[in-house]
Every structure is written in C-alpha cells, then in structure tokens.
C-alpha cells in the first residue's frame, strides 16, 4: 500500500492497480476450482420476436456464485477466463450445456426456439473451434440452424481473414452468426457486407439513448435499417422502458431482450415461462 511505504520512497503501483491486479489473480485461483467443483450454472435470457409477440430464441448467460468470492460478475471472470484460457474448457461446456437445454425444450414441445451463446475471441482462435461445434451439436442431437453464436467486433480486428473463412464455414453448415454489442467496437460496415452474420445486435448504450416522445433520428434508427438493407434480424439488447420498446416496434426492429420483458432466468424458471407463453 502506498501509506506503507513511507514518505519520500518510490511506489510502482497505484492502488487501484494494485487491487484490481490481486483481484484478477484471486479470481483465476477460484476459476480453477470452480471448472472442478462444477460452481458454474447457465442462465438463459428470453429474446421476443416483435412481429409475433412471443419468444423464439434465449441466449446463455454464464452464471458463477463462488463459495469463496460470492457472485462474480462474468464481466469480471470472463476477462480473467481469456486470460488465463480457462476460457476454452469453460466454453466449451457451455457450448454443450446450451444445446443439450435447447434440445430438452424441444423435446417438450418449444420446437421452433432457439439459442445463442457467446463465444470468446480466444475460442474461434483454436484450429479445432468449429470441430468442437459440429461434434457439440451431434452429441446433443440438435440441428444447426437452431444454434447462434454471438461474436464482437474484436473478435474481427485481430485475424481478419482467419475468422471470415472459420465463420463461413459455419455458416454452410447452417450455424447462425450474431454480431453482439454492434456499434461499440471498431465497427467496419464492410465486416457487415463481407461476413456472413445473421444477426446484428444492437448495444444497450444505443437502447439506452432512446428518448420517448421525441422524435429525433436515432443512431438505433440507422442501424436498424442496416440491419434490414443486409437482410439481418436485428435484436435491441438491454431493452427496460415501454418507451423503448414502442419506439422499436415502430422502426421495425425485429427482437428484443432486456429485463422489460426478463431477466436472464434459470433452466427451471425459463421451462415455467415458456410454459404459461404456451397457454395464453
Ligand atoms: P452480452 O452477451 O452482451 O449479454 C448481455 C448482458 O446484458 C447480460 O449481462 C445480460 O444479463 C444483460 N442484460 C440483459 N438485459 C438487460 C437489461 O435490460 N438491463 C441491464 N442493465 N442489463 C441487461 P451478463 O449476464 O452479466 O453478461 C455480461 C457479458 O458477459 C455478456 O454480455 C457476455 O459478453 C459475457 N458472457 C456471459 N456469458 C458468457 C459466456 O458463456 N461466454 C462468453 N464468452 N461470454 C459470456
Ligand atoms: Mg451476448
Ligand atoms: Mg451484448
Ligand atoms: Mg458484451
């Protein structure tokens, strides 16, 4: 600590520096435990389909309540799981614990659903990325078009070339593509017209912006109609105001998830949900 070390005597690191260092190194510790003790859960958040006013797709959402740390934020422990490439057998967990839930709704009558995980640069990077997804989904059972990967923008900055090929392929074996968080990275629309992506989704700090009872042009307006242009489905992430959701509705927007509608739920919870949609 910078107290401790006396007047006059040079200190390399600051505190806050200090503290988040010792954090990130407190939650790689945990992170190993927590691959062997099985402390990692799915959550699943609802996107609705606008046009048909119900939900037809969830995206998985890493959950960690460690005993130690208590919940972790995975916008804390995923950085710190890239880092440390944990990222690659927790991914791939995920990738299997997704499809196997999804072919479970379907198995109970949720045919049409489908699910979008997040995949990590470091992930798409491996050789064998787009093996594991093709073996993933034959040990599930599930068909590929029902299965999204939801992918950002630096993913794209870093090797180009590489990931376009590895995401055409996918794309030819029916996997969907989403680009997540569309608009806050070092957004290029020519990685729009050039990859094969399905699904532009459109960032909360954009969302955020909406403003009802105005009626000013929006960026969320122009992107929307990108997103239209290119034949994408365009999704508005972090949706929590009526006003929002109107002013979607009205430019055309195809999907939406935020807590307006749902939280990111547990798999009991989702199947309750997905049931009392059914009945209405
Ligand atoms: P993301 O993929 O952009 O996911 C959306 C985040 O926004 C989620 O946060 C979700 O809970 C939150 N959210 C949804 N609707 C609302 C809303 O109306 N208001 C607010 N304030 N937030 C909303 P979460 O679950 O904390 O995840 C954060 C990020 O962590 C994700 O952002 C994603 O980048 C990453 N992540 C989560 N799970 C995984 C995973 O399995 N693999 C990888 N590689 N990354 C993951
Ligand atoms: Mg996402
Ligand atoms: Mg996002
Ligand atoms: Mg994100």
């Not at 190993?32 to 799915?42: P, V």
Request: hydrophobic share 40%; proline share 3%; net charge negative.
């Amino acid at each position: 600590k910078a107290k401790d070390a006396g007047k006059g005597k040079y200190v390399i690191f600051d505190q806050p520096l200090n503290d988040d260092f010792s954090e990130r190194m407190n939650i790689e510790k945990q992170l190993y435990a927590a691959m062997e003790q099985q402390e990692f859960e799915l959550y699943y958040q609802p996107q609705v389909d606008l046009a048909q006013n119900k939900i037809t797709g969830l995206e998985a959402l890493l959950r960690w309540n460690s005993p130690v740390l208590g919940y972790v934020s995975p916008l804390k422990f995923i950085k710190v799981a890239e880092d440390s490439h944990i990222i690659i057998p927790l991914g791939a967990w995920v990738l299997q614990k997704a499809c196997d839930f999804l072919k479970k709704l379907h198995g109970q009558g949720f045919t049409e659903l489908t699910m979008s995980v997040n995949i990590s640069m470091l992930q798409l990077l491996q050789t064998d990325f787009n093996e594991l997804v093709v073996d993933t989904l034959q040990a599930s059972g599930l068909e590929p078009h029902y299965l999204e990967l939801e992918i950002t923008e630096s993913v794209l900055v870093e090797s180009y070339d590489y990931v376009s090929d590895k995401l055409k392929q996918l794309r030819d074996l029916n996997i969907k593509i989403a680009l997540d968080d569309f608009g806050t990275g070092y957004s290029s629309l020519s990685y729009l017209t050039h990859l094969p992506i399905s699904t532009l989704k459109i960032d909360k700090s954009f969302i955020d912006t909406i403003r009802t009872g105005t009626n000013q042009s929006t960026l969320v307006e122009e992107i929307i109609l990108i997103g239209k242009r290119m034949s994408m489905s365009v999704v508005a992430e972090g949706v929590e105001k009526t006003g929002q959701l109107e002013y979607l509705q009205e430019q055309g927007c195809d999907k939406i998830q935020g807590y307006l509608f749902s939280r990111p739920l547990a798999a009991d919870a989702i199947v309750e949900l997905l049931a009392g949609q059914a009945e209405v």
